[in-house]
Nanobody, 114 residues
Framework: QVQLVESGGGLVQAGGSLRLSCAAS????????MGWYRQAPGKQRELVAG???????NYADSVKGRFTISRDNAKNTVYLEMNSLKPEDTAVYYC????????WGQGTQVTVSS
């Protein structure tokens, strides 16, 4: 019933940009806190960016100033714009929706080549 469908991942050169999208269904999107997480091989999943129902944002220190999270409630979609990408940004990126419980997307691979 609840689905988070991600798109936009791929291979990009260092210094390049990507925009990830996550389209949600089965939830009251506007009421949910949305977030992007990532997990690299051998590492724990970490919060990259979050955005509240009111539009407040927070970012991991490692991406602050480079990544921007935004949401379009009319489209039930949350975005992650990633600029100045570094090889250390390489990871599987996951979309998360949270209200009473958390739902996760399937993940999309982002690979940044040096």
């Amino acid at each position: 019933q609840v689905q988070l469908v991600e798109s936009g991942g791929g291979l990009v050169q260092a210094g390049g940009s990507l925009r990830l999208s996550c389209a949600a269904s089965g939830i009251i999107f506007s009421s949910n806190v949305m977030g992007w997480y990532r997990q690299a091989p051998g590492k724990q999943r970490e919060l990259v960016a979050g955005i509240t129902s009111g539009g407040s944002t927070n970012y991991a220190d490692s991406v602050k100033g480079r990544f921007t999270i935004s949401r379009d409630n009319a489209k039930n979609t949350v975005y992650l714009e990633m600029n100045s990408l570094k090889p250390e940004d390489t990871a599987v990126y996951y979309c998360k929706a949270t209200l009473r419980v958390a739902y996760w997307g399937q993940g999309t691979q982002v690979t940044v080549s040096s």
